[in-house]
Structure formats: C-alpha cells, structure tokens
C-alpha cells in the first residue's frame, strides 16, 4: 500500500520535470548526498537550447539581484514537514465555516496550502511590514548576521577587511526585505486562479524594490495598477514635505484574464450625476482630430432625436474646405474661422439643414466629422436605426439639444475604477473602532478601504487570502460586503503570532487585554478575537447566523511540527514487530484530528470541508464532505477486515489507515483488495 509522503510538494524537482517534458536533453537524474535519484538540469545545455547563436558564458539582462536571492528561491521550493493542527475551542462554527484562520509562519503555511488551493484563491491582499524602523520580523533560516551579508555581498574579505566604501547597513535591509517578500509572493502566485489578482499595501521605502520584484515573480505585462491611497492624515503640522499616501500595488496572475479578473465598479467618489449611476454611457461621436480624420455621414429620415423640435441649419462651405481638411485631417480653428463655423468641439458640420420633428429627422442630414464609433454609427444606421451590439452591449445614435450626434452606451455594471484612492477611512479612525470594539492594535487598515479592493478583485464568489493578517481587517471586510451584497466569499487568514512587549507602549493595551482574557500575549491572539466580536457585529448570534446562512465563522489551524515521530533504533531495541513496519510513528501528543489535516493537506483536500465523525464497529471514523466522501479515514487501532469492508460500501474517493493500526498483518495485507473489490474508484494510503 502506498504512504502519504507527509512534507508539501519539492517545487524544485517539479519546474524540472516541467523542463524535461519540453527540453528532455538538458534534465538528467543524479544521486544526491543522501543516496536519493534526482532530476537535475544542465544549465549551461538549456541556455544553448534556448539560443539561436553559440552561447560560451553568462549573458548580461537587466534584472533585480540582492545577496539572498537565491536563498530566497531556494526557499520557497524546498518541501516543508510542517503540520496544520486544528482548534476547535478557538474556532468560531468549526464544522461549517469555509473560512481558515492559520496560526504560524506564513512561508511554511504557504507551502502547505500549495496542493490544497493550487489555482483555487480569487484574491491576494497582503500588507507586509513596510521594512520602516526595523519592522521587520520574519526570520527566515537563511537569515544572516551583518558579516555574513557583507562577506557574501563582496563587502569585506575573509579576514573581514573592508572591501568597499560603503559603511552604511542600508543594502542589507533591503536585501533581508526582499528575501522574505520573494520567496512568498513567488508561492502565493501558484494560489492565484488564472483570473487572479494580488494586491500590496507598501511605502515610500520599498515600493521600488516591490515592482521589480512582481515583475519578475509576474511578468511586467502583468501588471494591473500602482493605487495610491490618500490616507487623510493630519496635514496641519510643519514639515518639509508632508506624506500623506501609501501605494497598493496589484498584478494579475495573467493579463489574458483582465476583463474577468477585477470587477465591474464605481469609485464611490464619482460625482452623483455621472452616467455611470444611470446604467450607461453617453458620448459624443465627435473626434476633432489626424487620428480620426473627417468624413460625409449621411443621417436618414428618422434618425432618432432627444428632443421633439429642432432645427439647425446647414453650413456654406466650398472645395477649399474639404480639400484642406482632408490635407490636415481634422478640421482646424483657423478653418472654423473662416467658414463661420461653431468653435464647439462636439459639433459636426451640417451640408444640409437638420430638421427634428417628434423626435426623428424629417430630411436626410449629411454631416461632416471625425469620429468615433464610426463603423457602429453605420451599422445603427443600416439596422433601421436601431439598436445595435458593441462588447455585447446595447448601442444607439440620437441628436441631442445642441445639434450634436452622440452615442448612448447601456451598462448595467459600469467599471470606473480610479487609481487615486480617496476617502476609504483613515488608520487614526480604525484603531478608535477597534479600540471601541476592545480590541487594540496600531496602524489598522480601514474596513472601507479593504471591502473596495475586494469588491474590485473578487467581485463574485471566490477565496480571498491575506498572509499578513495583522488586526483582521480583511476578514471583517469579507464579511461585511457578503452581508451587504449576498454573495458568499471565502477568507483564509495567515498571521504569525508575534510576540507582544508590554514594555512597547504600542503593544501594553494588547498586551494587556491578552493577560486579563487568560490567552497567549502574541497578535494573532488579537486577530482573532476581533473577526469574533466583528462576526457578532456583522452576522449576529450563532442563531442568526445559522438562519441566514452567513458564514462568518472560521476554522482554526496552527503551524506546528510533524505529526510523525523521528524514530531511530538501534539493533539491540528492533523487534521482529519492527522488521514488519510495526512502529509506532505519530508523536504520542497527537490528535486523530491531528493526523485527519495532516493527511487532507497531503493529499490536497480541501481543508474547510465539512467533517463529520460516526463510530462504527467501536472504532472512530472521519468523513469528510457529504457523499462521494472526498475523504473517509481511520486512526485507530485494531482495524479489522470487516470494519474495513464496512468502510468500503461508502464508497468515499480516498480512504487512509495508521500502518500500525491494523488488527493483523493480514488485514494490512488485504485492505486494498478489498477496496478494490468493493469500492475501485477509491485511492487507499496509509499514515
């Protein structure tokens, strides 16, 4: 029977065998130092592959380099053995929530989401530290001392000589910034659907280094907008140059998908009277100049008209005009001058008069302009003037009071998407919220502002993720624009539990509400109970919520090590229970519960499916989702062959087993038999 492999995937021995299948040439197997076969690539082959001259060394490109790249990439590839536990008692509506909360490391917990959710988030917000004041607090293992950096960065010699004149730490700040941001903005990508989107709150000390380094994690063609947000601050101070913005920085996971991957909004700063409140878009075809040139349109008997009686008569022009525009391409304010013409831009010369009676021309009226929407005025006109189709939209022509032709656009679901941020809360504002909610945390991001980017990046329903949680504002975001448009999105938070000081007058407030409500003094503590008291806010009692259906819940998991046990023996302590596979390999402190999310992340599960527990023939049994069960699993011991068969009838997708929880070697023996026999679509693997 085959074992779970118990670690994420090995992205590194993946993008190679992605390699082989279109270069087979340049990927070889080798034997690495602890006797494993694996594919490895000869680079200097590939880059002759994939040139069409005789390549003899590296070649110069324009990219962004710091000492700690490669470590950063190295990083992100290499598999974890990490283990997501679940918590109950913190959760809120454990058994049916679709929302995660995971506690921990947020590069390990990336990498045990990259099977589950490969391809599965709609959205990406992340506000990472701003590497402002030694904010930075992720100590990846490849972080190094100030010598290290400055040796490996060419700095300083062996006998640690200064080899530069540069004294300054500035380079390695920003190099440990970007080797933390690199490796997970490189793993959340594998997340993101094809119609994806990612944002990222950032400042004036890094935004630079941030878009060089989503170019290249998400190709500069993909790049969406660089907002700016005007945080609104206190402008009344003395200085030099008062900052009053920050940047959100967003890519799509692939420009293809643009039109699907932000949705259709309205800045809520645009004027009430703008069209784009009214369900359509109304312009004038005019276009006054070389790009589009002037041309004879004929309007017909009973083009259309917004007003019941008009008239306007025709202009006097001769062949020098025709001539002379057709020479310059548009028509001039010296030309206009000449032949008395209206200085409006909005204005087509009339060859003929234009008479409207009840709100249609009674003549044939040839006009003379440039214009957009050239080819769909012809199309209007041959249809009868009617409506006609442009994006899939509906599209007419009429004379408005002035005389001028315009276009009337319907569109139910306008995008006006402004790349100004303005007056979505400030931070000051937020922490008086939260602190009015009793919960205390500094430099909150407002709720308003969240629920604008999600409804511009997950407008239907979708997996919205944060990696940086800090306060929880973006769950609390969710949950207020489901309740507002009743469209069920999802919400998995990622957030560290860093440690509070209550010696830091920022953290003493936090610190102390974690002391007096007996819990852990770290933020993700504080993260929490604020999506709980902004679920009660937001969707009521449990009562309420269970009425209506919202789900403003979250499933608890938190970062740990490996369920399995490191187990060694020496000759004198093998049995031949040993010699069998016989061993006992889960640590003694784990739960089924434990091993039931180790084994749904190996296996990719989705880890917010319902989960229910039935004891048959004296022994615990999971089934995960409703029938076909994606997943039914056994942790106990003496799982006989008729419990086993019992299991079988189910029929579930996958079915998993502890290897030492068999009642005898036959059992072990036959279970995939069995299952074969009366369930052959099911996948058996043991823990």
């Known amino acids: 029977m085959d074992k779970l492999k118990m670690h994420s995937p090995d992205l590194t ?16 197997e080798a034997r690495g130092e602890d006797g494993q076969v694996r594919l490895a690539v000869d680079f200097d082959l590939l880059r002759q592959e994939l040139s069409d001259e005789l390549v ?12 700690g790249k490669k470590e950063a990439l190295l990083a992100a590839n290499a598999p974890t053995t990490k283990a997501l536990r679940p918590y109950k008692n913190e959760s809120l509506e454990f058994y049916r929530t679709k929302n995660l909360f995971i506690e921990g490391d947020n590069l390990e917990s990336l990498k045990l989401l990259q099977e589950s959710y490969l391809g599965k988030v709609k959205m990406v917000y992340i506000d990472p530290p701003y590497n402002i004041d030694n904010d930075l607090i ?12 400055l040796r490996r960065s060419m700095q300083i010699d062996e006998d640690e000589t200064r080899l530069t004149a540069n004294t300054e730490s500035a380079g390695r700040i920003h190099s440990n910034w970007l080797t933390m941001m690199y490796s997970r903005i490189r793993l959340s990508r594998n997340l993101l659907t094809d119609s994806g989107v990612i944002f990222i709150s950032i400042s004036d000390e890094e935004i630079h280094n941030l878009r060089k380094v989503c170019d290249e994690i998400f190709g500069a063609a993909n790049f969406c907008a660089q907002f700016i947000w005007n945080t609104e601050g206190n402008t009344d101070n003395q200085y030099a140059v008062k900052v009053n913005h920050e940047y959100i ?20 700063n645009t004027r009430e009277d703008s069209n784009l409140w009214k369900g359509y878009a109304d312009n004038n075809i005019n276009k006054n100049n070389p790009e589009n040139p002037p041309s004879v349109i004929e309007l017909p008997v009973g083009f259309p008209s917004s007003e019941k009686d008009l ?22 304010d010296e030309v206009k001058k000449r032949y008395d013409l209206e200085h409006k831009s909005g204005l087509p010369v009339k060859l003929d008069d234009m008479l409207v009676k009840d709100f249609k021309l009674t003549s044939p ?12 005025l012809l199309e209007f006109i041959n249809n009868g003037c009617h409506e006609v189709t442009e994006e899939g939209q509906p599209i007419s022509f009429y004379i408005n009071s002035n005389a001028a032709v315009r276009y009337r656009k319907k569109n139910e679901n306008p995008r006006n998407i402004l790349s100004v941020l303005k007056n979505f809360g400030t931070t000051e504002r937020t922490k008086t919220y939260l602190k009015n909610m009793g919960i205390y945390f500094n430099y909150p991001k407002p709720v308003q502002l969240l629920e604008y980017l999600v409804k511009i990046g997950c407008y239907r329903e979708g997996i919205v993720m944060d990696f940086f949680a800090g306060s929880g504002t973006t769950a609390e975001a969710v949950f207020s624009l489901n309740a507002k448009d009743s469209v069920q999105r999802q919400v998995i938070l990622i957030q560290l539990p860093e440690p509070l000081d209550d010696q830091k007058k920022e953290h003493k407030a936090a610190y ?29 009692d449990r009562q309420v919520r269970l009425d209506m259906g919202n789900d403003c819940g979250f499933r608890v998991l938190k970062l740990d090590t490996s369920n399995m046990a490191d187990v060694y023996y020496t000759p004198s302590q093998t049995d031949q229970r040993d010699l069998l596979g016989q061993v006992a390999n889960i640590k003694p402190d784990r739960t089924p519960e434990d091993l039931l999310f180790q084994v749904l992340v190996d296996w990719g599960v989705d880890l917010t499916l319902p989960i229910r527990e039935e004891t048959i023939q004296g022994r615990r049994v999971f089934f995960v989702n409703e029938p076909p069960y994606d997943l039914l699993a056994c942790f106990d011991d003496d799982v006989t062959e008729e419990l086993v068969k019992e299991l079988a009838t189910h029929q579930p997708l996958r079915a998993v087993f502890r290897d030492t929880g068999y009642a005898t070697d036959a059992t072990r023996t036959n279970v995939v038999q069995i299952f074969r026999q009366l369930s052959p679509g099911t996948e058996v693997k043991s823990l």
């Open 13 to 28: 021995q993946s993008n190679i065998a992605k390699l082989r299948a279109l270069f087979p040439g340049c990927v070889t």
């Open 311 to 332: 008239f306007y008569p025709a202009k006097t022009v001769d062949q020098d005009f025709f001539e002379i525009t057709e020479t310059e391409k548009f028509i001039s």
């Open 138 to 149: 992720y100590n990846d293992d490849f972080a190094e001392s100030a010598n290290d950096f």
């Open 249 to 268: 920085v967003a890519y799509f996971k692939n420009s293809a998908f643009a039109e699907d991957a932000i949705g259709k909004v309205v800045d809520p």
């Open 365 to 376: 009226c040839r006009i003379y302009v440039g214009m957009a929407n050239k080819n769909k």
């Open 512 to 540: 102390e509400y974690c002391i007096s409500n007996n819990v852990e003094t770290n933020l993700a503590e504080i993260c929490k109970e604020r999506i709980r008291r902004a679920s009660i806010k937001i969707c009521g």
């Open 56 to 67: 003899e060394g590296p070649q110069e490109r324009y990219h962004l380099d710091w000492p």
